[in-house]
């Protein structure tokens, strides 16, 4: 490996994460981070500096980008931006992305921004972290050695709207399932504020049926066919399996069960024991021995100064454009009732598009 990369973070909150993993790479000096917000520029700055780096505050995107010229980009605003500041960085002559999920809000946006880092060779993941985490990584092996028989059914739940967590959760299954195809998608979900066109709520906030300045459902339920696999169900939102907890992905196989309580760093992967209760899984490694953005980068940075491409990450652009191509079908078949099969032609945001006048 040689040489290093100039790093940088565009939208300082869930962004700090990013920043924290660039400042502990031995390969990425960070040079810049930009933000709106003054407060939260200010604080990212101060964190840089603790950690031995001098970076540049921005408060104006293109700016940063044209002064900057970051070579490794973490996108860590509103989800609505996610495309537009993918495809300007491109432009700009990046080498690398780590973009926050959803990569886009539909599916023109998100073919869009995969084609203009394909065509430019520049690799482009999207942060569905939990993919190089300890918990997936070990139950994708339990599944792939036979150790539940047939995997039959992956039931995943959360809280949360599909964008912004259902993408969460179909990352998630189909990582588990081996990154296979998928077949068809039939959902139905609800909206029951519906707060017009003003574009309200931002981060966690979700006002009067927006958030993040998009329009987004409160629950949804969906049944899913991956190719040569299991079904997944996903339940969404206030249609959510009862009592569990955030990224709850439950296995079942003609063998057996396995579980994982959502995101808690205590006990919470389980397996169905003898007696049809579930049981803490015995031996398996300590829940993120290994912490998943800086395991993530550390992944990206080496394919960059490598020449790879993205599809040498698990997170990357290929892998995650399957499941939003997914989590649009889903959404599509609550639009129109139908069962939706890849390729998806829907390719506007179905929550944003006028119901049927009949
Ligand atoms: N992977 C995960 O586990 C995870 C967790 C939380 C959030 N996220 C994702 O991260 C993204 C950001 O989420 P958040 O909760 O930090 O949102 P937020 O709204 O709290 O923060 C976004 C930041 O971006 C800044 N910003 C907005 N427009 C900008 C622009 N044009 N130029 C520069 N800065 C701008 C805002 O000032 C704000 O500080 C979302 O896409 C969200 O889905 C991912």
Redo the contacts with the bound molecule.
Sequence with gaps: MGGRLRGAV??????RAHLRAMLGHPEVEVSAV????PE?RDKALEEARAAGAEPRGF?D?PAMLAEAQPELLAI????R??AAMTCQAVAAGVRAICC???MALDLAEARAMVRACREAGVPLVI???RRVGTDLVWLREQIAAGALGEVSLIRATCAGDML?DGT?LIDSALFLAGDPEWEWVFAGWHRDQDGGDEVVG???DKVGGWR?GHPVEDGLFAVCQLAGGPRVELLTGDLRVPGRPYHDLEIMGSRGSLWRAGDSLGTNLFCRGADGGWEPVPDRPGPDVRPAIPESYRRLVELTLAGGDDREHPMGAANALRGFELLIGALESGRTGAVVRPPVSQECYPLAVAPDPT
């Design positions: 565009v939208g300082l909150r869930m962004g930009c933000d709106l917000n939260a408060d995107w860590a605003t509103p989800n931006l996610h926050e999920k959803p942060n569905h972290q912004s969460h931002g981060g966690f993040f």
